[in-house]
């Protein structure tokens, strides 16, 4: 297959204005609308590699569309201060302007023609089990802590947790949405608060809504892991945690919540074989961990100059992303 590296060959960034980020090029089309190409670029440490993983920016797109379909039932059965929906409305290259016709080929299976709304600056993670950096953080107060329980970002846990164990509750945990290459910070709910309210400061029309914001948010990404969580269990795959992104709309005098960005990938979730978990220990996964994993072991000091990865690890990469892939929507 074909690797997308990146979309400077198309020459339309002074047409339509283009951000790039580690993974996804983004175009603003001028008219309420943006075109996202997710390309293969892969990135780990905070570095964007030299090689992509061909195919993967199908994999990811695809996995998108596929739960936003899946999780519909889910949204419209919530009942919220603000209406909710997500802002993807096309896949199809036919309905973009003219001049991005000719590359169909590159496009084709790694476009979504969105909405463009105001991002909210947070992250909306929500936890199912105890892993990554909130089990770093967890132990070092264990550590330092001999209290019966201990509390981390406002949530009260007990201080005989193992490492991946399940929260009897999915667990909501949001995280500062840091500029590329600076890492994200867990924080409190709380604190989410103050962050939403500070910026609607400058927006009048939302600025009394920041409570109803923040109600809605939590329920919304709540049902959508619990719902994810129990259809992907049934599929063989347990969903650690995941990272959401939400956004606000307004359209003639529509206040809207949206669901935008990626929706339970690969590179936003935690993918775990159900029949290899064993609690009490780090688990495989379905994602660049394989490429984490081959860094370390050459000792890379995580500063440019940035390796190429061989062939193999390249290969074995796409095949996990492409197993996920299956073995949630193809079984």
Known sequence: MKALLNTDHFGLAKAFPRTQGKVRDIFRLGDGRLAIVTTDRVSAFDHVLPNPIPGRGIILTRMTINWLEELKKTIKSLTTNLPIRHHVLSTSVSDLPNQFHAFQEDLAGRLMIVEECDPIPVE????????????????????????STVILHGHELPRDLQESQEFPEALFTPSTKAAVGVHDENISVRQMVDIITDWLKGKNEWRSKAIPIVDDS???????????????????????????????????????????????????????????FIVGQGQASFDKQIIRNYLESIKWDKKPPIPSLPDEIVSRTSERYQEASTKLFEN
Do not use: C, M
């Not at 993670?125 to 132990?139: A, D, F, H, P, Q």
């Not at 990404?221 to 347990?238: Q, V, W």
């Open 124 to 147: 909306f993670i929500l936890r199912g089990n105890i892993t990554g950096s909130w089990w770093k953080e967890y132990r070092a107060l264990i550590a330092k802590d001999n209290s």
């Open 218 to 276: 939590i329920k919304l990404t709540k049902a959508l892991f619990n719902t994810a969580r129990e259809r992907a269990k049934a599929r063989g795959i347990i969903i650690a945690d995941t990272k959401f992104e939400l956004g606000l709309s307004l359209k003639q005098d529509d206040f809207s919540l949206v669901i935008i960005d990626e929706v339970l990938t690969s590179d936003s979730s935690r993918f775990w074989p159900l029949d290899e």
